[in-house]
C-alpha cells in the first residue's frame, strides 16, 4: 500500500494556489470542469481535486492541465538549473582551479552561500 505523504506548509499552500490558478484559467475561458476532464482523459471529480489542491492528485495531470492552458513557458522554467544560484556556486567550488594538481575536495555549507 502506498505511504500517503503530508505536504509540508509551504507545499500545501503552493497546492491551493497552483488549483485555485488553474480554476481562473478554465472559469475565464467559461469551461465547465467536465469539458477539462474530458479533454484530459479523467472524470469531472479528479478536475475539483486538482482545482482544491489536493496532493493525491498526480503530478502528469497537473502537467497536463497547465498545459492545455498555456502556460507550458512557466512550466518549463520550473527549475531550471540556470536559474539555480546556489547549485551553481556549489559547482564552481568543486571545479579544480587552473593550473592546479589534484582537485581538492570542497566542503561548503549552502547556507553560507
Do not use: C, W
Amino acid at each position: 500500500m502506498k505511504k500517503k505523504i503530508e505536504p509540508s506548509f509551504e507545499a500545501a499552500d503552493a497546492l491551493v494556489r497552483l488549483g485555485a490558478n488553474l480554476r481562473t484559467a478554465r472559469l475565464r475561458r467559461a469551461e465547465s470542469e467536465s469539458v477539462l476532464a474530458g479533454r484530459l482523459g479523467v472524470s469531472r471529480a479528479t478536475i475539483a481535486r486538482l482545482e482544491r489542491g489536493d496532493g493525491g492528485v498526480s503530478l502528469a495531470l497537473a502537467v497536463e492541465a497547465l498545459l492545455q492552458y498555456g502556460f507550458g513557458d512557466a512550466l518549463f522554467a520550473l527549475a531550471d538549473p540556470e536559474q539555480d544560484g546556489v547549485g551553481k556556486r556549489l559547482d564552481a567550488l568543486r571545479r579544480p582551479s587552473r593550473g592546479g594538481g589534484a582537485a581538492q575536495a570542497h566542503r561548503v555549507d549552502p547556507t553560507k552561500l
